[in-house]
């Protein structure tokens, strides 16, 4: 079992910035690929970004890229987004998974991002 919660989340201005982290725990950090989704009211679930088990490696949402940058510290267990440049678009509630290759096995409860306009 892993253990995620995520934490950062608040309400913003536009243009303004915030940094989300998923700490994890239960097993090796370093074993999972990472992944943040988020999801807005009345909206689908939408990935957001990724990044493999030594960071080497991160996709992006097109929408984002530029703006967010998604990050780990395996020897913290902590995954980061560091979202910049946010707009209203932005708003969800953002929630962090992770695998070891195949589906997304364990997820977080949320952070919910709220950009003003």
């Known amino acids: 079992q892993v253990q995620l919660v995520e934490s950062g989340g608040g309400l913003v201005q536009a243009g303004g910035s915030l940094r989300l982290s998923c700490a994890a725990s239960?097993?090796?950090?370093?074993?999972?690929?990472m992944v943040w989704f988020r999801q807005a009211p009345g909206k689908e679930r939408q990935f957001v970004a990724s990044?493999?088990?030594?960071?080497?490696?991160?996709y992006y949402l097109e929408s984002v890229k530029g703006r967010f940058t998604i990050s780990r510290d395996n020897a913290k267990n902590t995954m980061y987004l560091q979202m910049n440049s946010l707009k209203p678009e932005d708003t969800a509630v953002y929630v962090c998974?992770?695998?070891?290759?195949?589906?997304?096995?364990?997820w977080g409860q949320g952070t919910q991002v709220t950009v003003s306009s």
């Open positions: 990044i493999n088990f030594n960071g080497g490696n991160t």
């Open positions: 998974a992770a695998s070891t290759g195949g589906s997304w096995t364990y």
């Open positions: 239960g097993r090796t950090f370093s074993n999972y690929i």
